[in-house]
């Protein structure tokens, strides 16, 4: 199916890193592995933000990517015209009432964010082509619109701070 929306020479790119890590069935493979925090990642794991790959050095030792809050969808997916443009990202700084800060700021979309290891060979970077294929598969999942706050967190929670309205 995803050849319907990608030339197949992607397609190649993507299935040779894919099969270049399929001796790691369960995944502990550090080149597809990404370390977040217990918020980050469920909301990770939703479809709430997505990185979209920028470049990989020569020496695969700096991994830039973007960041990117996937925008709140205000309606039922099934009464969404399809003619109609998705929201837009720019600039936003939280999502479905969450946030994530870096240091003193609140992390918006664009954000150019880099990754960094001395070693490539003992401690790889994600890898680019995957990286490129998540951050595809999340915008189309960002379509569908993620799980309401209180599924994925549990009604008690309060992480996650409703934003004051002025």
């Given at each position: 199916?995803?050849n ?5 020479e992607?397609?190649a790119t993507?299935?040779?890193a894919?099969?270049?890590n399929k001796?790691?069935i369960y ?7 990404l370390c ?16 979209k790959?920028?470049?990989?050095s ?5 991994l830039t990517?973007?960041?990117?809050w ?9 009464d ?6 998705p929201?837009?990202?720019q600039d ?17 979309s664009?954000r150019?964010v ?6 490539p060979?003992?401690f790889?970077?994600p890898?680019?082509?995957l990286?490129e294929?998540q951050?595809f598969?999340?915008?189309v999942l960002?379509?569908?619109g ?8 549990g009604?008690?929670?309060d ?7 002025e």
């Amino acid at each position: 199916m995803l050849n319907l929306f990608w030339p197949s020479e992607k397609l190649a790119t993507w299935r040779a890193a894919v099969d270049a890590n399929k001796s790691d069935i369960y995944g502990e493979n550090p080149s597809n592995m990404l370390c977040l925090n217990p918020l980050a990642n469920a909301m990770w794991n939703i479809g709430t933000f997505a990185f979209k790959p920028v470049s990989i050095s020569e020496d695969k030792k700096v991994l830039t990517m973007q960041f990117f809050w996937q925008a709140e969808r205000g309606q039922d997916m099934a009464d969404i015209d399809l003619l109609t443009a998705p929201p837009s990202t720019q600039d936003l700084d939280s999502a479905y009432s969450c946030w994530l800060a870096y240091g003193d700021e609140r992390m918006k979309s664009g954000r150019i964010v880099t990754m960094t290891t001395n070693d490539p060979v003992a401690f790889p970077l994600p890898s680019f082509e995957l990286f490129e294929m998540q951050w595809f598969c999340r915008r189309v999942l960002a379509m569908a619109g993620p799980a309401r706050e209180d599924e994925w967190l549990g009604e008690e929670s309060d992480v996650c701070e409703e934003e004051d309205e002025e």
